[in-house]
């Protein structure tokens, strides 16, 4: 099957009677897509934009619903946007408990098992310790090399000039992986017991050196939950297929 990479042949371009049947899209650019008449039947979308954006079907923006949707499927998801430390300690805890509860359930043969271009179990704990230290460590602490070395870094971080030294090429054991992110889960634990409504509100800068966007900190804390939801979205869809 042909394969198209990092092309923009594809823009502004219209298809006619043509067929995407089984076609796959990753890390690819749809905004602003349109769509008539077409044939969607058992059409899958995971975007982790989704929320910043809409999606219209049959008229109608379909992402109040999704969210609705997830909110329902996991409880607490909806305090990712809390904006008191209240609300975010209690969304924190939410969203450990959910993530303890699919650790534990994990069956031992499916922790480094993977679907197709996705991570596995193991994979995605060691890239939640790597967004705790970018966003906490990093962010909110300005810790000057926040990385562990056993965290799991994005896919397109070496071809952006990220320096991939810092991070281990042997996978490390279970043991070490949930070792370590009890340490961070705790870091975040300890760092939210104390958080005021006036650190919240301190600005910061994007830990991946953006130079448009300053979070504060509450943001910062938001963007490590909306990680951990989205990826024990992911892990909890892939266990259900893999098993």
């Known amino acids: 099957m042909t394969t198209y990479s990092r092309t923009k042949e594809f823009e502004g371009a219209t298809f006619v009677r043509a ?22 039947g ?18 109608v923006d379909v992402v109040p ?17 809390a904006q008191t430390p209240e609300g975010l300690r209690a969304g924190w ?8 509860t699919t650790v534990d359930a994990a069956p031992a ?7 197709e271009d996705e991570w596995s179990l ?5 890239h939640l310790v790597l967004a ?7 962010g909110i602490l300005r810790i000057e090399q926040p990385f562990h070395e056993i965290g799991q870094i994005f896919t397109g971080a070496q071809e952006m000039g990220f320096d991939m030294s810092v991070f281990r090429t042997d996978p490390p054991p279970l043991e070490e992986v949930l070792a370590v992110r009890a340490e961070r889960q705790q870091l975040v634990t300890d760092f939210l017991a104390t958080a005021t409504p006036e650190l919240l509100a301190e600005e910061r800068d994007d830990p991946w050196g953006g130079g448009d966007w300053h979070p504060s900190v509450g943001d ?16 909890r869809r892939d266990l259900a297929l893999l098993g």
């Open 122 to 126: 193991a994979q995605t704990l060691r």
């Open 65 to 81: 619903l999704v969210d609705a949707e997830l909110n329902r499927q996991f409880p607490g998801r909806e305090l990712q946007k």
């Open 220 to 235: 910062c804390i938001r963007v490590i939950l909306e990680e951990e939801w989205a990826h024990l979205r992911y892990v």
């Open 93 to 100: 805890v939410a969203v450990q408990s959910a993530w303890q």
């Open 42 to 59: 058992g059409l899958d979308i995971d975007s982790h934009d989704l929320f910043f954006g809409s999606l219209i079907v049959n008229g």
């Open 109 to 115: 043969h499916l922790v480094d098992a993977h679907v």
């Open 132 to 138: 705790t230290d970018a966003w906490l460590r990093g």
């Open 19 to 40: 067929s995407f049947k089984g076609a796959t899209l990753r890390f690819s650019d749809v905004s602003g897509v349109t769509m008539r008449g077409v044939d969607v």
